[in-house]
């Protein structure tokens, strides 16, 4: 074996980097389908994660800031009051899982790996990703405009549909440093017309 071998081997066998865990940290969550399969085959299987993801909030003491559920792949924003975020990762993707195998009779895994997670550490940083998330649907081809798709916060938090674990208000406050209203600091960031992001 030579040198570039052994080095390849040994950081095979290395345990992975252990992930950024912090009391009071904003994380942007995102994950994949495996193989970039669809992890939603349906809204049933989009309701299901979201019961899920109410269960982790509650549990983990989460504040649930903004998410998007596309077809195979998804964005979460949550606020860690505790540093709990890969535990809770961990038994969301992993119950849900089970649960979408058990319904469509498959096995094996439904993500790729293991979720990713950003942590934000500006609110110019954190106004990108919402609006990211936000768009994400609209860029996808599957909807006209953010609003239009019902499996995003972004519809929440404009007013349409209240979700009582979605923690609209905590996600508001980030923009009173823009000045004004923030929600409508916040929907002109998601629109793109008037905040410099």
């Not at 440093?177 to 923030?182: K, T």
């Amino acid at each position: 074996m030579g040198g570039e071998e052994i080095a390849g081997a040994a950081r095979e066998g290395m345990p992975r980097k252990p992930r950024t865990e912090l009391a009071g940290g904003v994380h942007h969550v995102f994950a994949r389908g495996n193989n970039r399969q669809l992890i939603y085959f349906d809204d049933a299987d989009r309701s299901s994660y979201l019961a899920m993801l109410a269960r982790a909030i509650a549990s983990r003491q989460w504040r649930c800031l903004a998410f998007c559920l596309m077809d195979n792949h998804m964005h979460l924003l949550i606020e860690t009051p505790l540093p709990n975020l890969a535990a809770g990762m961990q038994w969301l993707h992993g119950r849900f899982a089970e649960q979408f195998n058990a319904r469509h009779g498959r096995s094996g895994h439904v993500f790729q790996g293991r979720y990713g997670s950003v942590l934000l550490q500006t609110e110019s940083h954190l106004w990108t990703v919402v609006a990211y998330m936000a768009r994400n649907p609209v860029a996808a081809g599957l909807c006209a405009r953010p609003a239009d798709w019902p499996w995003s916060s972004h519809r929440a938090v404009v007013g349409d549909a209240a979700l009582p674990w979605l923690d609209h208000e905590r996600l508001l406050s980030h923009y009173d440093a823009l000045g004004g209203e923030p929600w409508r600091r916040y929907a002109e960031a998601v629109d793109g017309d008037a905040v410099q992001l």
